[in-house]
């Protein structure tokens, strides 16, 4: 594969202007792509095969206005005064009449007509009905519901909005977190290579490929759902991808630079070897991604496949206009700049690392990693071991009102019901019973005794009716999120033959609060699955990349070991509340695609690190035939490469834990707990102790394992055998003064 990316380095590098040009035209295509269809993302969810999904099929097919989604309106009184009261009363009534007007409301509940009134009169609770799901209620239907809502409040009157569809209810996400992100990116590169231009130039090429990623994906959400949650984890990785990507094959290129090669030497052969490691781990992470399909479910797919198609742009981007771009850029990236305080500082770092890098603290790393691996391994593997204990209480769920912040309509609606009526009533079910081949005329009313029997049902009440199909609304006492809520949802359909017993009715329990339940239980399902397929996954390509079976199994147990502690710290904060202040979250059950999502992403970016670490450690052991001396080495070579590349990603997924989002910031913050370990306790610790331990046994592989697995050479030693001049191996005598 080298010798590929090496005569694709060269291509690149000697038509540098058609590769640039063809890159804007890319970009600008995209943009066009995305600004031309006026694509938008949306969260419309659906589990096919669930229960509660069937019951919107039958809805659709024969109630279809009921089809679509709901909105709870809550009206509060301030002061003494109550929602009786009749000029409160017309202005509640005034409100749903005109919500009732509006498009895409196929009905409306009044709360005095319900007897929705809490006891205190106090609160009135109102719902609307769209005719479409949540995805396709249009801004300006959204827009018009603030604005009926407007007069009332003017008066004095509290209106709050939360279910299934609301104003606010896809807030978008802000500019400032990819800002920071890459504020903090250009600094740690600036602190890496210590020259301008070799800082810019990552930031340049990942921000085109994220260009082209989020324009295509903006692009494909007019003709397909994309979840809003899917351009924001796309972002994500496409920056941070983008960014390490390039920063490992600028890395290798600016090393040969300072070592005496030209730009046109050095630009094929950094391709040729470091872009090998550059297009495994891109591939590992591809693969990972397409993988969340296993789970079934199409808003995940849809995520995996977005994702996996922005880290796609962000190879080929590295791959190509990066090396055009080094062309036109020459020595400059090896141009340092010169701080006022340490003159010369920054070229002195890159000359010791390219001639003496024994002198380098990634050295210095490597031999107390080598000298103290026993009780390194027992303290790295007992941390992680403790930091993933409370994943074992791991409570799934999807985001509700009680998971906003407390400024949103949301979070104040449900505040208001919970004290008024019971938590219940933020999450009823919806049953949708089949009376068209009722014995009785009074089946339904059997059924609605039946049900309102069952423990934990607060409440049942008829909520409409037509076509042989009665919707009935089955509130539970305790909340949308409650583990009694779950079984209850069980409950009532494992009691299904006896509540329907003697009436020739049926009956489905749908509704947001049970196909939460459903989805989070099928990804709890998925979650074994696809965590085997991407262990087997790894097994099977860092075998081929490296040619032993011993590196995978000491980096399968790396990952695992990095991907339940980062989880671990996840359900600490986010699900039991420690530091909650400290980070400015509200405790809430684990997003129940927030582990497979996590398994898919950590696995790809450990594989990134794994492969660039052992890389260089493998061809020290080519070279010196040491165990010992080519971790050292290897750890020298990659240490301070390695180091950038976490801190960006991690700076990147830090950046998004400011976004006031209940899906993205949790995502975001397992996600840089998850860097941070892998790359620093695992890949640079731990796996070089095992390693170091081990010996050269490392290496071993049976005489029939050559003939079946390929050589692919991702380190590129016979590249360099090849084709790499004599460089200058002689210490600069700068160097040698300074010292």
Sequence with gaps: ???????????????????????????????????????KTNDNFTVPGTESQDAVSLLQDRLPAYSG??????????????????????????VMAE????????????????????????????????????????????????????????????????????????????????????VAAFIVLLITFGAVVAAGLPIVTALVGVGIGLSGILGIAAFVDVPSAASSLALMLGLSCGIDYALFILSRHRHQIVLGMTAAESIPLAVGTAGSSVVFAAVTV???????????????????????AAVLVAMLVALTLLPALLSFAGRLVAKFI????????????????????????????GRFVTRFRIPLLVLGVALLAVLAIPATRMDLGLPSGATQSESSTARKAYDLVTRSF?????????????????????????????????????????????????????????????????DLV?????????????TGASYLVGGTTAANIDTSKRLAEA?????????????????????????????????????????????????????????????????????????AIIFGLSSDYQIFVVSRIKEEHSRTADAVTSVQNGVAHSARVVTAAALIMFAVFVAFTTVDNPIVRPLAFTLAVGVLLDAFIVRLTLVPAVMALIGNRMWYHPSWFARYVPDLDIEGVELERRFAPELETEVPQSITNKS
């Design 338 to 365: 010169s701080p006022p305080l340490q003159p010369g500082k920054a070229e002195e770092v890159a000359r010791i690392a390219a001639y003496e890098p024994e002198r380098t603290c990634g050295h210095a790393w």
């Design 99 to 182: 919500l009732k007007a509006l498009p895409q409301v196929a009905a409306v509940v009044d709360p005095f007509q319900a007897q929705a009134v809490s006891p205190d009169q106090r609160v009135a609770l109102g719902s609307v009905q769209f005719s479409v799901s949540a995805g396709e209620v249009d801004e300006s239907t959204l827009d018009a519901v603030e604005a009926v809502a407007a007069p009332a409040r003017d008066a004095g009157l509290q209106v709050e909005f939360a279910g299934g569809i609301y104003p606010g209810f896809t807030a978008e996400i802000p500019h400032n977190p990819e800002v920071l992100g890459i």
């Design 1 to 39: 594969m080298s010798r590929y990316l090496f005569a694709l380095g060269q291509f690149v590098a000697r038509r540098r202007w058609w590769v640039l040009v063809t890159w804007i035209v890319l970009l600008g295509g995209a943009i066009a792509f995305s600004v031309g269809t006026g694509g």
């Design 490 to 502: 069980n409950q009532l359909r494992d009691d299904r033959a006896s509540i329907e017993a003697g």
């Design 527 to 599: 979650l074994p699955i696809f965590l085997v397929v991407v262990v087997g996954l790894a097994l099977v390509l860092l075998t081929i990349a490296f040619r032993t079976i011993l590196v995978p199994l000491s980096s399968i147990v790396g990952f695992i070991l990095s991907v339940f502690a980062s989880l671990g710290v996840q359900v600490a904060v986010f699900q039991w509340g420690w530091g909650a202040s400290l980070f400015d979250v509200t405790k809430a059950q684990t997003l129940s695609f927030l582990p497979i999502i996590t398994l």
């Design 422 to 486: 019971g938590a219940g009533f933020n999450g009823p079910l919806l049953v949708v019973a089949d009376a068209s081949h009722a014995t009785s005329a009074d089946a339904v009313q059997t059924l609605v005794g039946r049900l309102q029997q069952e423990p934990d049902v607060a409440v049942v009440q008829p909520a409409a009716s037509g076509n042989g199909l009665v919707l009935l609304q089955v509130v539970p006492k305790t909340g949308p999120a409650d583990s009694a809520t779950n």
């Design 286 to 308: 591809i693969i990972a991604l397409c993988g969340l399909a296993v789970a079934g479910i199409p808003f995940l797919t849809v995520m995996g496949l977005t994702a996996a």
């Design 69 to 94: 989604a709901q909105m709870q309106v809550v009206f509060a009184t301030p002061g003494l005064a109550k929602v009786t009261d009749q000029q409160i009363t017309g202005q509640i009534g005034h």
